[in-house]
């Protein structure tokens, strides 16, 4: 089994890789730019194969990955038209965000064949009743059907939530049962919990889970479904960093190395292959928004470098950029320190 979650794990990793190194090679193409290498992974090559003039590489470890353009170097730019820095300002910019691009549309795409296939649709008809809680003691059962919250006509799980957390004192709960109207006087407790970005909160609930259907949607109607929860997912990611760099979030519970992407990946793998894509996706938008950090050898920091240049009508000089390269690296390496002793610590605390 072990062996099989390792094999999971690269081949995501891998398809991560290959899908925003092919947004740089397709930008670079599309403009005219020489790509001389494609390379999946680093180390020993064990396969290569030229197509067109360009050499595409398979190495030993599957960690990472490059495009080679002719003249991606300043200082060995020989000022033809088909290198990376003879180029205006916009092609350059465009060649490195199409990186990023590729690894959010490719997310979108598997979120969209998830619409497709079937996503879960959360009713307020009660999944479970939780045992011990003020559900269960005012005669709450599976299977009954909300209705109303204190008059208020509910139709949809999130409503029912929202109308239980800013209630006040005991509510009233109006059920189908059997065909039936029932009501029920309720007084909801409050309990400790975290939220989706791990931080503390206090809320009022009454005990019950939801019940929920699978639905399958037509190509149509899945693209604005995939649309709209692409979005959502984004802005909830931002939202993440956002907590992680104020410190609302510690930043030991907010980051993933490849190890606890491993023990994920090897967890969400056992439900199955809409919950595997379902994970893909969200680490595609991640990765997509990380590498737009403008960090210098990160694409963002290449943008902002570019960014200066348009403003300055000039380059950073040579010192000065490799200066800042040197700091990115310094940036990089302190990070990924960090993530694996993260990792580490998880592990051994656990234990």
Same mark, same amino acid.
């Not at 029920?184 to 005990?207: A, C, H, N, Q, Y």
């Not at 990160?298 to 490799?322: C, N, Q, T, V, Y």
């Given at each position: 089994?072990?062996?099989?979650?390792?094999?999971?794990?690269?081949?995501?990793?891998s398809v991560l890789i290959i899908t925003h190194e092919?947004?740089?090679?397709?930008?670079?193409?599309?403009?005219?730019?020489?790509?001389?290498?494609?390379?999946?992974?680093?180390?020993?090559?064990?396969?290569?194969?030229?197509?067109?003039?360009?050499?595409?590489?398979?190495?030993?470890?599957?960690?990472?990955?490059?495009?080679?353009?002719?003249?991606?170097?300043?200082?060995?730019?020989?000022?033809?038209?088909?290198?990376?820095?003879?180029?205006?300002?916009?092609?350059?910019?465009?060649?490195?965000?199409?990186?990023?691009?590729?690894?959010?549309?490719?997310?979108?795409?598997?979120?969209?064949?998830?619409?497709?296939?079937?996503?879960?649709?959360?009713?307020?008809?009660?999944?479970?009743?939780?045992?011990?809680?003020?559900?269960?003691?005012?005669?709450?059962?599976?299977?009954?059907?909300?209705?109303?919250?204190?008059?208020?006509?509910?139709?949809?799980?999130?409503?029912?939530?929202?109308?239980?957390?800013?209630?006040? !004192?005991? %509510?009233?709960? +109006?059920?189908?049962?059997? #065909?039936?109207?029932?009501? =029920?006087?309720? $007084?909801?407790? @409050?309990?400790?919990?975290?939220?989706?970005?791990?931080?503390?909160?206090?809320?009022?609930?009454?005990?019950?889970?939801?019940?929920?259907?699978?639905?399958?949607?037509?190509?149509?109607?899945?693209?604005?479904?995939?649309?709209?929860?692409t979005i959502r997912l984004t802005f909830m990611i931002?939202?993440?960093?956002?907590?992680?760099?104020? !410190?609302? %979030?510690?930043? +030991?519970?907010?980051?993933? #190395?490849?190890?606890?992407? =491993?023990?994920? $990946?090897?967890? @969400?793998?056992?439900?199955?292959?809409?919950a595997l894509m379902s994970l893909v996706s969200f680490?595609?938008?991640?990765?997509?928004?990380?590498?737009?950090?403008?960090?210098?050898?990160?694409?963002?920091?290449?943008?902002?470098?570019?960014?200066?240049?348009?403003?300055?009508?000039?380059?950073?000089?040579?010192?000065?950029?490799?200066?800042?390269?040197? %700091?990115?690296?310094?940036?990089?390496?302190?990070?990924?320190?960090?993530? =694996?002793?993260?990792?580490?610590?998880?592990?051994?605390?656990?234990?």
């Amino acid at each position: 089994m072990w062996l099989i979650n390792i094999l999971v794990f690269t081949a995501i990793l891998s398809v991560l890789i290959i899908t925003h190194e092919l947004g740089h090679f397709i930008a670079a193409r599309m403009s005219g730019i020489r790509v001389e290498k494609f390379s999946i992974g680093f180390g020993p090559v064990i396969f290569k194969k030229e197509i067109k003039g360009t050499q595409f590489l398979v190495s030993v470890v599957p960690l990472g990955g490059y495009v080679k353009m002719s003249g991606d170097e300043r200082d060995a730019c020989k000022g033809k038209e088909h290198e990376f820095f003879s180029k205006p300002l916009g092609v350059r910019a465009k060649v490195i965000f199409f990186g990023p691009l590729a690894n959010y549309v490719f997310s979108f795409l598997l979120i969209w064949v998830l619409f497709i296939m079937g996503m879960p649709e959360y009713n307020t008809t009660v999944g479970t009743v939780v045992k011990g809680t003020p559900a269960e003691a005012a005669g709450l059962k599976e299977q009954d059907k909300i209705i109303r919250i204190n008059g208020k006509k509910i139709n949809r799980w999130e409503a029912l939530q929202k109308a239980i957390s800013t209630s006040r !004192g005991d %509510i009233i709960v +109006s059920v189908l049962r059997n #065909g039936k109207e029932m009501n =029920f006087t309720i $007084t909801p407790k @409050v309990e400790p919990l975290k939220d989706i970005f791990g931080r503390s909160i206090e809320r009022r609930m009454i005990g019950v889970s939801p019940g929920a259907t699978m639905v399958k949607y037509n190509f149509f109607t899945a693209f604005f479904k995939g649309t709209k929860y692409t979005i959502r997912l984004t802005f909830m990611i931002l939202k993440g960093f956002y907590y992680m760099v104020t !410190g609302a %979030i510690p930043l +030991s519970k907010s980051v993933a #190395g490849p190890i606890k992407l =491993f023990e994920m $990946t090897s967890s @969400v793998f056992k439900q199955g292959i809409m919950a595997l894509m379902s994970l893909v996706s969200f680490i595609g938008i991640s990765l997509a928004i990380i590498n737009l950090f403008p960090i210098p050898v990160l694409d963002g920091g290449h943008l902002f470098l570019i960014g200066l240049e348009k403003i300055r009508k000039k380059p950073l000089s040579d010192k000065m950029e490799a200066a800042l390269t040197r %700091i990115g690296i310094a940036i990089i390496s302190l990070i990924m320190f960090f993530v =694996f002793y993260n990792d580490i610590a998880g592990i051994i605390m656990r234990k």
